[in-house]
Nanobody, 122 residues
């Protein structure tokens, strides 16, 4: 299984940016998808998650500014980011908890996508 993230870039403070991440491969089900981020010199932190049923949860630092959503038919998760701040600058990673085919095995577990850089200038 592969998770391909896209949509990062450079934006001024107060601006908006959207990220997307599509899971591909032989996927049987996705329990949840999430976004994490890692700023320079800091550990990776949770940003937001969406369950297959639509329940969402957010890091308090982004609540009210970021919106996570998913398209289950496309195995894709989105992150709409508004009112961006310089402290939102980080590499953003998508994560999925899913069941997929790996060789001859059916595997249930987590998978990370490659990061996409978001830079917010002041």
């Amino acid at each position: 299984v592969q998770l391909q993230a896209s949509g990062g870039g450079l934006v001024q403070a107060g601006g908006s940016l959207s990220l997307s991440c599509a899971a591909s491969g032989t996927i049987f089900s996705i329990r949840s998808m999430a976004w994490y981020r890692q700023a320079p010199g800091k550990p990776r932190e949770f940003v937001a998650t969406v369950a297959s049923a639509g329940d969402t949860d957010y890091n308090g630092a982004v609540k009210g500014r970021f919106t996570i959503s998913s398209d289950n038919a496309k195995n894709t998760v989105y992150l709409q980011m508004t009112s961006l701040k310089p402290e939102d600058t980080a590499v953003y990673y998508c994560f999925a908890h899913l069941t997929y085919q790996h060789g001859t095995n059916r595997v249930t577990g987590g998978s990370w996508g490659q990061g996409t850089l978001v830079t917010v200038s002041s």
